[in-house]
């Protein structure tokens, strides 16, 4: 199978490939945030859980799950997320519009966004933060 090979990584600087694989992604091989910081929001959260497995300079990306709750966003840095499982709303506080977010959707969140996230159902998502 195209997936059954051990984990590939270029040692160079900078890093150009990495391959990670979705068993990486399962609760026993995230963080779990319990009531800390948000590294992915820049907030303090609760029930979220994460895994950064790139992070060389401004770029970070990784793997992000948050339970049924809603999380406040403060002028987020510019990021990209995947959403694999779950439902979530994204509330933009300055503007007043919503949008529902379902396993497959694609978002980009601006660098400065305000407002909050509302999670429905359990969700993951792979992320992507420029700083």
């Not at 929001?41 to 895994?51: L, W």
């Not at 970070?60 to 510019?78: D, E, H, L, M, Y």
């Amino acid at each position: 199978a195209v997936n059954a090979h051990d984990r590939i990584e270029e040692m160079s600087n900078p890093i150009r490939v990495q391959v990670d694989h979705y068993h990486e992604f399962g609760p026993e091989k995230l963080t779990s945030n319990e009531g800390g910081y948000d590294p992915l929001y820049r907030s303090e959260s609760s029930n979220i859980s994460y895994n950064t497995f790139y992070d060389v300079g401004p770029t970070k990306v990784g793997v992000w799950t948050a339970g049924v709750g809603s999380i406040s966003v403060q002028n987020a840095p510019k990021s990209f997320f995947h959403l694999l499982e779950g439902t979530l709303y994204v509330n933009n506080d300055v503007t007043g519009e919503a949008k529902r977010c379902v396993a497959g959707d694609t978002v980009m969140l601006p660098e400065g966004w305000y407002g909050h996230v509302d999670v429905i159902e359990p969700v993951k998502k792979l992320y992507t933060v420029v700083e």
